[in-house]
């Protein structure tokens, strides 16, 4: 059985950082592509941060979080994070995590398509405060 584990939301002021986990067993992350999403109260979920499989190699990020966002991953762990630094109350949302064989397809719904992705996780709640 494939799960997705997110951990590590929380709240923090304007400013603060928080480190993302996921946590991914059932599969072996380096052949996935993974991604950050995040849904917003009242908003569509949105792509965040994503990355291909090992051999793919590509990475994206909405325009909203460069600079201020890390996506990294780590194969031995089989873990996926996302290191969220300067963060702003616009990024309160649940941050859910995703896998797909298909690292064009995860690629795609990450910059807004409606490629259907094979795995999510249940989320993990960040609230930033002013």
């Known amino acids: 059985e494939v799960q997705l584990v997110e951990s590590g939301g929380g709240s923090v002021q304007a400013g603060g950082s928080l480190r993302l986990s996921c946590a991914a067993s059932?599969?072996?992350?380096?052949?996935?592509?993974i991604g950050w999403f995040r849904q917003a109260p009242g908003k569509r979920r949105e792509g965040v941060s994503c990355?291909?499989?090992?051999?793919?190699?590509?990475?994206y990020y909405e325009d909203s979080v460069k600079g201020r966002f890390t996506i990294s991953r780590d194969n031995a762990e089989n873990r996926i994070f996302l290191e969220m630094n300067n963060l702003k109350p616009e990024d309160t949302a649940v941050y859910y995590c995703?896998?797909?064989?298909?690292?064009?397809?995860?690629?795609?719904?990450?910059?807004?398509?409606?490629?259907?992705?094979?795995?999510w996780g249940k989320g993990t709640q960040v609230t930033v405060a002013r």
């Open positions: 995703a896998a797909d064989r298909s690292s064009i397809g995860l690629l795609n719904t990450c910059q807004g398509g409606s490629y259907d992705l094979e795995y």
């Open positions: 059932g599969i072996s992350s380096e052949d996935f592509a």
């Open positions: 990355v291909g499989s090992d051999f793919d190699g590509r990475t």
